[in-house]
């Protein structure tokens, strides 16, 4: 169940929480290295939440830094926890690993309905379009990840807000053809009626240079001082930033984008209109 704070981000809060007490102590990385005993390359990689800080070494950093840190003991055993979506073949460095830490997912999409909105049918219609022929363990375990992931949506110990607008484009693309693409316009109805989940459609006939500049989504966090995260997928990767300067607007694109979209009330008929116009075939 992808119901714990993610070993990653994790991982990550402990090395902004170590870097930040090094800083404090008025240490440099080739100072702070050398007193700990360890090279700057790893302490580094520390820092930037890459390795498992160990009990002893925070231990170690108490003593240089001449700081506590005795919350971190805990965050650092909870980091070596195994993370449930190994098992599904899928890395650490995947956006699932920072999606299950996150409490709220402001999510803009062009072309596809978000994997959070996902029907099992959409899916799977999305990943067999890729160049890759895949196999069917692989796509099992894609279909998997994708379903619990959603499941946050509806968890009431973790839950995770959505907040997501989706260009009305999305609701023509015919992906995996009428039946399944009224099938998810009409689970989107449904599903929009979580306490969780808020979805907006920004119509076609609204023309906004932020709208068709492409995709992304912005993380928040639990953890007190955590920073949010921007993430954005494009043809040649994905793009993470947790630096303000980034996703602060990122932040402000999506509101202005929010602001634009049609209601709640006025995206599901849109939406209903959609499905059986278009797809009731």
Known sequence: MATHI???????????????????????????SA??????????????????V??????????????RM????DMIRQARAPDWWRQYGVS???FVALETAATRASTYELSFVPGLLQTADYARALFLSGRER????????????RMIRQERLTDEEHPLELDAVLHESALHLPVGGPPVMRN???????INELPTVTLRILPTSLISNEALVGPFTVLDFPLAGQPGISYALHALGDERQDKSEHVEPARLRFRHLRSLAL???????????VANELWSS
């Not at 007193?35 to 498992?52: K, Y």
């Not at 209601?263 to 209109?273: K, V, Y």
């Open 6 to 32: 993610s070993p990653v981000v994790l991982r990550q809060e402990v090395g902004r929480r170590i870097r930040l007490a090094r800083r404090h102590a008025g240490l440099t990385v080739v100072e702070a």
């Open 134 to 145: 895949r196999s069917e363990d692989w796509l099992a375990n894609m279909l998997a990840v």
């Open 54 to 67: 160990n009990v002893h070494l925070l231990r170690s950093m108490m003593d240089v830094y001449d700081q």
């Open 92 to 94: 650490d460095k995947a």
């Open 70 to 73: 005795d919350d971190l003991l």
């Open 263 to 273: 209601t709640p009330e006025a995206s599901i008929e849109l939406i209903e209109r």
């Open 35 to 52: 007193r700990l005993e360890i090279t700057r390359s790893a302490l580094s990689r520390f820092e930037n939440g890459f390795g498992g």
């Open 184 to 190: 998810q316009l009409l689970h989107l109805t449904l």
